[in-house]
C-alpha cells in the first residue's frame, strides 16, 4: 500500500481560508499567510491549529482570520459614474412596481459605498429615499462595526464635494459623522457570500446588487457560485453593477452587459420561452381582414462570416453557432477562430483550447490564437500559464493592446508590479488604436472606452499616480 505525502500545514492552511473564505492566493503569495499562522497557532500547535479550524465550531477563529485577511480600501463616491446610474436610471425604473426598493451591497467594507447610495439618492432627487433600503454586507466584522459607527476620516471623504460634505456630515473630534437620517437608512450584516443561506438568497430578493472590486481575488469556481446566488436573489429584470476590472465573461449568461454614459453594468436576462412541441407551436390560421397593415419586415438576417461576427458582438453566440456551421467556408482560419471563441463563451474550454493551438500555426490568426489560450489557461486556474501565452501573443503582433492587458493584469495579481506597471502602460497607450476586430472578439462587452478604464484601473492598483 502506497501512502500519499501529507499536504504541509501552510498548504493545508492555504486551502482551508480558500474553501471558507473564498480568498484565492497563488504558489508565490503563500509566504505572505505563514507569518499568520505561525502567529495563530502559537498556543496549541499547528497541527490542532489545523484541525480546530476545519471543525464546524470555529467560528469565532474564521471571524477574526477574516479580519486579518479581508482590509478593503475604499472610499465615499468611488466610480460615481456607476452610482449615478443607479440612482438616475436604474432605481426610478421600479417605483411604479413596488413599495419598497432594495439595494444590496456586497462586500461593503467599512461601509462608504451603501452610504454613497444613500447620500446620491438624496442629492439627485429622482428615487423617493424612504422608500429605498440599503443592505451592507461583509465577512469582516470589524469592518460592519466600523460602518455602522458611520464616522470617516477626511482621506476616506476625499471624492465627496465640500457641499455635500457640509450638508450630510458633521464634524466630530473622531472624523466626520453621517447624519442620522442617511445613517439609519443602510443596514449592515456581518455575511459571507460562500455561505448558502437560501433564506437570504431568495428568488426577487433585491432590485439592484453592488458587488464591485470583490471578486477579483477568488477563483473562477468560487465567481461562478456567487455570481448564480446573486442571480437569483435579483428581481426579474434587476440589475448587477461589478468593478470596473471585473467582468462576467465565461463566467453567467445570465445577465446582458448594458452602458450608461461612461459606465458599465448588467440587466438580468428574462427567463427563456418554454419549450412547445411543434403541433403548439403553429398557430391557428387567422381570417385576414381588409385595412390591417401589413406586419412589419423583420431585419435582415446577416450572412457571411461577418454575420458571425454581429451575432457574437450582439451576443447571440447559439445563433452565431447556427450559421456558422452553415457556411462553406466554415473550416477557414477565421471562420475556426470565431468557432473557438464561441467555444470559449459556452464553457467549453476543452475544445477552444484544441481549436486554438492548431491555430497558432497560421501567421493570419497567431496572436488571437495565442491570446485564446491564454483566456482557457487563466479561466481554468493556470494563472502562469496563461501569462506565457499573453506573452506569445505580444511577440506574435507587439500592439495587441488586450494582449499587453491581460498580461499586466496577471502580473499585478501574482506581485510582479514593475512587469505589470510596463504591460499597463504599454495597453493604455495602445487601446486607442486597436483592431476592431480584437474589441469584437476579445473585449468581453466592453468598448474601447471601457477597457480604457480597466487599464486605468489597473495601473491605480499598481500604486502608480498617472
Known amino acids: 500500500m ?61 471571524k477574526a482570520l477574516a479580519e486579518r485577511l479581508t482590509v478593503g480600501e475604499t472610499y465615499f463616491l468611488r466610480h460615481p459614474t456607476q452610482l449615478e446610474t443607479l440612482v438616475d436610471q436604474v432605481l426610478p425604473s421600479f417605483q411604479r412596481q413596488t413599495s419598497t426598493i432594495r439595494v444590496l451591497c456586497a462586500g461593503c467594507s467599512t461601509g462608504e459605498e451603501p452610504y454613497s447610495v444613500a447620500l446620491l439618492a438624496r442629492e439627485r432627487g429622482r428615487v423617493d429615499s424612504s422608500r429605498l433600503r440599503i443592505l451592507g454586507i461583509d465577512v469582516n466584522p470589524r469592518a460592519i462595526a466600523h460602518a455602522r459607527r458611520a464616522c470617516y476620516s477626511p482621506w476616506s471623504l476625499r ?79 434587476g440589475y448587477l453593477f461589478m468593478g470596473p476590472s471585473e467582468t462576467l465573461r465565461g463566467i453567467s449568461e445570465d445577465f ?64 452565431a453557432w447556427a450559421l456558422l456551421e452553415s457556411l462553406p467556408q466554415s473550416s477557414s482560419p477565421k471562420a475556426q477562430l470565431l468557432r473557438a471563441v464561441l467555444h470559449l463563451h459556452a464553457g467549453r474550454l476543452s475544445q477552444a483550447e484544441q481549436l486554438s493551438r492548431q491555430l497558432v500555426t497560421a501567421s493570419s490568426t497567431e496572436a488571437s490564437a495565442y491570446y485564446l489560450l491564454g483566456l482557457c489557461l487563466e479561466q481554468s486556474g493556470d494563472e502562469a500559464g496563461a501569462r506565457g501565452r499573453y506573452a506569445a501573443s505580444v511577440r506574435a503582433e507587439p500592439t495587441f493592446a488586450l494582449a499587453h492587458l491581460r498580461a499586466g493584469t496577471l502580473a499585478r495579481r501574482a506581485g510582479e508590479m514593475v512587469e ?40 491605480q492598483a499598481c500604486t502608480e499616480v498617472l
Open 159 to 237: 471624492a465627496v464635494p465640500s457641499a455635500m460634505r457640509q450638508q450630510w456630515f458633521q464634524r466630530t473630534p473622531e472624523g466626520f459623522a453621517l447624519l442620522p437620517q442617511v445613517r439609519d437608512q443602510v443596514i449592515f450584516e456581518e455575511r459571507n457570500l460562500l455561505e448558502e443561506a437560501s433564506a437570504f438568497w431568495a428568488p426577487g430578493s433585491f432590485h439592484a446588487i453592488l458587488c464591485r472590486n470583490v471578486i477579483l481575488y477568488f477563483p473562477p469556481d468560487v465567481i461562478r457560485k456567487i455570481i448564480a446566488r446573486m442571480s437569483q436573489a435579483l428581481v426579474p429584470g
Open 420 to 459: 505589470a506597471r510596463v504591460a499597463l502602460r504599454m495597453a493604455v497607450s495602445l487601446l486607442p488604436q486597436e483592431k476592431p476586430l480584437h474589441l469584437s472578439l476579445f473585449g468581453g462587452g466592453f468598448g474601447r472606452h471601457g477597457l480604457m478604464q480597466v487599464g486605468l484601473q489597473e495601473l
Open 2 to 62: 502506497i501512502v500519499a505525502p501529507a499536504r504541509s500545514p501552510l498548504v493545508r492552511f492555504v486551502a482551508l481560508v480558500e474553501q471558507r473564505l473564498g480568498l484565492h492566493y497563488e504558489q508565490g503569495q503563500w509566504g505572505e499567510l505563514e507569518p499568520l499562522l505561525a502567529e495563530r497557532s502559537a498556543g496549541c500547535g499547528v497541527d490542532r491549529y489545523l484541525d480546530q479550524l476545519a471543525a464546524p465550531s470555529s467560528h469565532a477563529e474564521w
Open 256 to 319: 446582458e452587459l448594458l452602458r450608461g454614459g461612461d459606465a458599465f453594468y448588467y440587466r438580468l436576462k428574462p427567463p427563456a420561452p418554454p419549450v412547445v412541441s411543434v403541433a403548439q407551436s403553429i398557430p391557428a390560421p387567422e381570417p385576414v381582414q381588409r385595412g390591417t397593415p401589413p406586419a412589419p419586415t423583420p431585419p435582415p438576417t446577416p450572412d457571411g462570416l461577418e454575420g458571425v461576427l454581429q451575432l457574437l458582438e450582439a451576443e447571440r453566440y447559439t445563433d
